[in-house]
Nanobody, 120 residues
Framework: QVQLVESGGGLVQPGGSLRLSCAAS????????MGWFRQAPGKEREFVAS????????RYTDSVKGRFIISRDNAKNTVDLQMNSLKPEDTAVYYC?????????????WGQGTQVTVSS
């Protein structure tokens, strides 16, 4: 049974930084792509970033390019999302997802989410 547990959310002022982390268990972590999604109130869940199984390929939605960095540690079974220059529009519940294969295509499993609030 796959488990994904996010941590690191919280309240931050505009321009600040947060680092989200997701701990995975239940499948061979190093053989699957990982992703981060977010869902703001009243909006659909949207893709934020993904990383391939060895970390060689990353993708970002346009609105976070240059501000967010996704990374993974296959020895620790973790994937992180470093979020810099945060904006109020980044406020959302952030979800970790594990993909269906080594390169990101679609989510197979979800974490429970962690709240990120950007406000002064």
């Amino acid at each position: 049974q796959v488990q994904l547990v996010e941590s690191g959310g919280g309240l931050v002022q505009p321009g600040g930084s947060l680092r989200l982390s997701c701990a995975a268990s239940g499948r061979t972590f190093s053989t699957y792509a990982m992703g981060w999604f977010r869902q703001a109130p009243g909006k659909e869940r949207e893709f934020v970033a993904s990383i391939s199984w060895r970390g060689y390929t990353t993708r970002y939605t346009d609105s976070v390019k240059g501000r967010f960095i996704i990374s993974r540690d296959n020895a620790k079974n973790t994937v992180d999302l470093q979020m810099n220059s945060l904006k109020p529009e980044d406020t959302a519940v952030y979800y970790c997802a594990q993909g269906t294969g080594p390169v990101w295509s679609s989510p197979a499993y979800w974490g429970q989410g962690t709240q990120v609030t950007v406000s002064s």
